[in-house]
């Protein structure tokens, strides 16, 4: 069993309170680690640690800032087969899929803006022979960076990497039910030589640390990735207090194909799109809308494609399917199995829990699973359920589909399928999605902003957006 402990002013200690909980190995059920049941005395000493490093830090050149953020990338990629590891027994994903894809782009998000931080460029708006005007963007302070258990290291350092490069000091929460990935960069924080006090991770539950952070008067910003539920409670909490917010929820997200499409490739990105991490990815195409000349052979190799999906052991090199993160989780995703069910879903594969022998006996493992005949507008395709669960529908007209596509209170990410250019620009412009991908899955660029419309999030992360974020301008005018 491993005691993970905070990492405030550049130490490793243990909380305060000298309370721990226990976290749970998804594969097995079974404890393997505790971390600290940290609260808001933690979070105070965390909150003065990044005070009293800010002005060091704020006024050090981004070059400088810059090297150290390599420098952690550099650490995350020798590390990268413990850092999966770790990644998989915390969180359930197999170890393959953190190896190639979380663990890169953590290292890749601390390389991007080491770098971009240099070519954040000023503005200056010249008034002829009256007045020269010049925008200058400063550090907003001690930000707080809280992030969910689906991706922990991936989308912690998404935060975390713009935050200091743009000269802000951070005290970061990671989520309780994957801290291990969190613990583990501290220490490769410290190895790197990061100022004490720029970054601070203080572990614990969201009502105790979370609230903390977001109620302190200190605290200058929030980025905040997870459910919308929680997203509306910090709203509710921080704006009273003026603090700066970039809210990152939930998605529910639609996947168009058209009958002109690649089928080979629609079918096997689908796949990906579908259940990629047992589906616990808020960028997945959980409903699946299928032109309706096309629709039977799309189906027909799409469950195909999902019969040869294996369950198994995450340290299994075989499996391609993990564990769900927690028990709690498993039940909330069977109950919208039973009510697809109820609402007249006809179940073309999976819809069962897994129970795989020796080691994993005790795990949260689920088939993927895939229901056709539900109505568009039926809770199972409106409410998001963060599992390996799909629906496949058919539509008939280009009209028909977008009006299905924009009918839920999400707008994070959608996808389209067609050759036929014209139709993939009018389509993309029509749907209420802050991202849309065509011909393709979870491509990103760096420098793309990121987010979502409607009750998918308020701001962008990635690029210049997130250099923004974090960053307050000042204008000054010089008279001529």
Request: with cysteine; aromatic share 8%.
């Amino acid at each position: 069993m491993i005691q993970l402990q905070n990492y405030i002013n550049g130490r490793l200690v243990p909380p305060s309170a000298g309370c721990y909980l226990p976290t749970l190995e998804p594969a097995t059920g079974q404890p393997h680690a505790y971390l600290p049941d940290s609260d808001a005395a933690d979070v105070a000493l965390a909150v003065q640690a990044a005070e009293e490093a800010l002005p060091a830090w704020r006024t050090r050149p981004a070059e400088e800032r810059g090297r150290l953020l390599v420098r952690i990338a550099e650490l995350i990629e020798r590390d990268q087969d413990r850092l999966a590891a770790a990644e998989s027994q915390d969180n359930g994903k197999p170890v393959h899929l953190a190896r190639t894809v979380d663990i890169p782009r953590a290292a890749s998000n601390f390389a991007f803006f080491g770098t971009a931080a240099q070519h954040f460029s000023s503005e200056t708006h010249f008034q002829e022979g009256i007045a020269l005007n010049y925008t200058v963007r400063h550090p907003l302070g001690v930000v707080a960076c809280i992030s969910p258990w689906n991706l922990p290291l991936y989308l912690f350092t998404w935060k975390i990497a713009p935050a200091l490069a743009a000269g802000c000091c951070v005290v970061a929460k990671p989520s309780e039910v994957t801290p291990y990935t969190a613990f583990l960069l501290s220490e490769l924080c410290q190895e790197a030589g990061l100022p004490p006090g720029v970054l601070n991770i203080v572990h614990g539950t969201g009502a105790k640390v979370g609230q903390a952070l977001v109620e302190h008067p200190a605290v200058k910003a929030i980025s905040f990735t997870g459910g919308t539920k929680t997203g509306e409670h910090i709203a509710r909490t921080a704006a009273p207090l003026f603090k700066k917010l970039s809210l990152e929820l939930g998605g529910k997200n639609p996947n168009l194909v058209f009958a002109d499409c690649n089928l080979e490739e629609a079918v096997s990105t689908s796949l990906r799109s579908s259940f990629a991490n047992q589906g616990q990815i808020c960028l997945c195409g959980s409903r699946i809308f299928i032109e309706r000349p096309l629709y039977e052979a799309f189906k027909q190799a799409f469950l195909q494609g999902v019969a040869a999906l294996t369950v198994g052991d995450p340290q299994d090199p075989a499996s391609q399917q993990g564990a769900l993160v927690s028990e709690a989780h498993l039940q909330k995703v069977l109950g919208y199995v039973a009510l697809a069910h109820e609402e007249g879903g006809r179940l073309l594969a999976g819809g069962q829990r897994v129970y795989l022998p020796g080691r994993c006996a005790g795990g949260h493992f689920m088939q993927p699973t895939v229901f056709e005949s539900l109505p568009p507008n039926c809770r199972v395709n409106r409410e998001e359920i963060f599992g390996p669960v799909v629906t496949l529908t058919p539509f008939d007209s280009e009209a028909e589909v977008i009006q299905w596509a924009n009918g839920t209170e999400y707008g994070l990410a959608a996808t389209i399928w067609t050759t036929d250019l014209k139709r993939a620009h009018r389509v993309a412009h029509a749907l209420h999605s802050g991202i849309v991908w065509v011909n393709a899955w979870l491509h990103r660029d760096l420098r793309t902003p990121f987010g979502g419309m409607k009750s998918s999030g308020v701001g962008r992360e990635g690029g210049i957006e997130a250099l923004r974020f974090f960053t307050e301008p000042q204008n000054v005018t010089i008279k001529l």
